[in-house]
């Protein structure tokens, strides 16, 4: 069954540093996303993309953040200057361009800023 | 966006039925009902959906009440792999963002 997968599983970064954490989608996929939950908390929406734009973006989804498809296959989320509250676990997601129902999410990559 | 309420957490015996209700009284008519379920340690996963009427896959069955007000997920028989957080979500017609709540944590036991 295909599936989302994302890497790296887990990223650790010093603070000010920029991360990229990259997702392969499902392959006829269209509609990408990401989203994160910090630790014990609720999962969080961050930013919905499709045709090379973002849909829908959250608060949370500010100038620090940016996403990209750089090529048919990955889906990534940079951040750019990591701030401490940024750790958390980010999930990528994906869907067809058919009814809204199914999301697919990957495992989600391991977020620490020291 | 409209809101759940779950039960922080319910127990089940292996091989019952286990009714995980949701309650979300200021659901809209273009709110659409989406429970998605959380294993220890990985995504969220979609589990069933639906808008106005009773709905069944292979996972599990949606029970929507007559004023859509509240619902509940049926698992017909838990399994020990159905231990998870399940999350009741409202999602508009207009937009495809999931908004999560704090889900009930649903306990297995053999």
């Known amino acids: 069954e295909p599936e989302v997968t994302q890497t790296p599983s887990h990223q650790v970064t010093q603070m000010g540093q920029e991360v990229i954490l990259r997702c392969v989608p499902i392959?006829?996929?269209?509609?990408f996303y990401w989203y994160r939950q910090i630790l014990g908390q609720k999962v969080e929406f961050l930013v919905s993309?499709?045709?090379?734009?973002?849909?829908?973006k959250s608060e949370i989804f500010d100038d620090q953040f940016s996403v990209e498809r750089p090529d048919g296959s990955n889906f990534t989320l940079k951040i750019r200057s990591t701030k401490l509250e940024d750790s958390a676990m980010y999930f990528c997601?994906?869907?067809?361009?058919?009814?809204?129902?199914?999301?697919?999410f990957g495992p989600g990559t391991r977020l620490l800023v020291l | 966006d409209a809101k759940t309420t779950q039960p922080n957490s319910m127990e089940s015996n292996e091989e019952e039925p286990v009714h995980l209700p949701c309650n979300h009284s200021?659901?809209?008519?273009?709110?659409?009902i989406h429970w998605y379920r959380q294993l220890p340690s990985q995504g969220p996963e979609y589990v069933i959906h639906?808008?106005?009427s009773n709905v069944n896959n292979r996972m599990a069955s949606l029970a929507i009440a007559e004023d859509r007000k509240s619902s509940t997920l049926i698992l017909h028989r838990a399994t020990l792999r159905d231990a998870a957080v399940y999350y009741c979500?409202?999602?508009?017609?207009?937009?495809?963002?999931?908004?999560f709540g704090t889900g009930t944590r649903l306990q297995v036991f053999p």
């Open positions: 997601a994906s869907r067809t361009s058919g009814g809204k129902e199914t999301q697919y």
């Open positions: 392959s006829n996929h269209l509609y």
């Open positions: 993309f499709y045709n090379n734009e973002i849909s829908e």
């Open positions: 200021t659901i809209s008519g273009t709110d659409y």
């Open positions: 639906g808008l106005t």
């Open positions: 979500i409202l999602r508009r017609g207009n937009t495809d963002k999931l908004i």
